[in-house]
């Protein structure tokens, strides 16, 4: 069973920022894109940030170009994101997620990490 852990949330100062990463236990055709979703109370999962593992560019949501910074390790299959200037809106719990393509929508996802909550305060 393929697994996906995350790591780096906390607590940051407006204009502050936190690096998340995420580790997949293996890759297979399932999992040959990576993703970045996040959602807070009374709100849909919102995408973010994806990639493949072999090569081209991330993909961004407008609400975090510019901002947000996607990254591969290929040796350690790991996924880095870099969050810069973030702000009280960027406050919800991050999820990383595998898919077989890159796909903006969750429901296509087919493996999950279980969240790091990411709060910033004004």
């Known amino acids: 069973q393929v697994q996906l852990v995350e790591s780096g949330g906390g607590l940051v100062q407006a204009g502050g920022s936190l690096r998340l990463s995420c580790a997949v236990s293996?890759?297979?055709?399932?999992?040959?894109?990576m993703g970045w979703f996040r959602q807070s109370p009374g709100k849909e999962r919102e995408f973010l940030t994806a990639?493949?593992?072999?090569?081209?560019?991330?993909t961004y949501a407008d609400s975090v170009e510019g901002r947000f910074t996607l990254s591969r390790d290929n040796a350690k299959n790991t996924v880095n994101l870099q969050m810069n200037n973030l702000q009280p809106e960027d406050t919800a719990v991050y999820y990383c997620?595998?898919?077989?393509?890159?796909?903006?929508?969750?429901?296509?996802?087919?493996?999950w990490g279980q969240g790091t909550q990411v709060t910033v305060s004004s």
């Open positions: 293996e890759r297979t055709d399932r999992t040959d894109a």
């Open positions: 990639l493949r593992w072999t090569g081209g560019r991330p």
């Open positions: 997620a595998a898919s077989s393509g890159v796909i903006l929508l969750p429901r296509k996802y087919d493996y």
